[in-house]
Every structure is written in structure tokens, then in C-alpha cells.
């Protein structure tokens, strides 16, 4: 039902998808080691759904009797220098993976795949969303700058996210 270089390009994104849950995972742990635990919990619950997020196209791949071919996935960064630096590097790894989304949905439109295209318009919506959270996050960074009392507040903020049903 898709083509070969849709099955390939839904691949190499499941990997993607995978790494991104261990680089969260990782962030996570770093936040833990440094004892920020709202900013673990919710870098916990973002590789949990980028884990979810990689399912969807494990199943989709499925589904449409195509192959799924799993890689090796690649070690994340461990350590960083402060919270809003490994805030700043998940809004450059969600950039990276809307385009990388968008790569594949400007595929499936070239070859008149219009199921794969109808399945990724999910994933751009999600996107668009995950870039803007993260974004946010960066610019309350921005704002309390130095602040120790702002950063643990916003450290307890962040823990009270609670995981999104997908």
C-alpha cells in the first residue's frame, strides 16, 4: 500500500521517535541528579509520550502491511550546564522533528500517498503544540533569568504536568 521510500522515511522516523524518548529520558535523569524534580517529572512524561508517539508509526507501518525495520538508536547527551540549557536543546530537538515530520509529509504528497498523509496530519498538529510548549518554557527561562526563588517556582509549575491521553 506505500511505497518503499515512505516505508523507509516511516523508519528512520520511528528511530527519531525512539531517540527522542532516550533524550528526554536523559534529561530527566539529569534533572533527578540534580534535584529538580518538576522539571524530571515533566521531561519524564515527555519521553513517555515521544515513546507513544514512535508506536503510532510502529503500528501505522503495521497496519498497512509495510515492514518495520528498527535501528540502533544513538546515545543522547548526559550532562548540561543549567535547566534553560536543556530546555533550549528540547525546542531544537522538537524543531528537528517537525521538520522531519514535514519531510515525510511533503513525500507522501509526491507520491500521492494520501492515507500516510492523512495519518502524519496528527503529527504535524502535535507539533506545532510540542514547539510552542517548549518554546514558552524557554522564554520563562529567559524572563527570570538569575532568580533562584523564580527557577524552584517554576520547577514546581512544571511538576504539575500530568501526562496527555493519546
Known amino acids: 500500500m506505500i511505497t518503499e521510500k515512505i516505508q523507509k522515511a516511516l523508519n528512520e522516523q520511528i528511530n527519531k521517535e525512539f531517540y527522542s524518548a532516550y533524550l528526554y529520558l536523559s534529561m530527566a535523569a539529569h534533572f533527578e541528579s540534580e534535584n529538580y524534580q518538576g522539571f524530571a517529572k515533566w521531561m519524564r512524561i515527555q519521553s513517555d509520550e515521544e515513546y ?12 498497512t502491511g509495510s515492514k518495520v525495520e528498527l535501528e540502533a538508536i544513538a546515545k543522547p547527551a548526559n550532562t548540561w550546564n543549567s535547566p534553560k540549557e536543556i530546555f533550549e536543546a528540547a525546542k531544537g530537538h522538537e524543531i528537528f522533528i517537525t521538520n522531519s515530520i514535514n519531510s515525510i509529509a511533503s513525500l507522501a504528497q509526491e507520491e500521492n500517498d494520501f492515507a500516510t498523509l492523512n495519518f502524519l496530519n ?3 498538529q502535535e507539533q506545532i503544540e510540542e514547539v510552542a510548549t517548549v518554546t514558552t518554557i524557554v522564554e520563562q527561562f529567559n524572563l527570570i533569568g538569575d532568580n533562584k526563588g523564580a527557577l524552584f517556582m517554576l520547577d514546581r509549575e512544571l511538576g504539575n504536568r500530568q501526562p496527555a491521553k493519546i
Open 52 to 63: 507513544m508517539h514512535m508506536l503510532k508509526f510502529y503500528d501505522y507501518l503495521l497496519q
Open 122 to 124: 496528527w503529527f504535524v
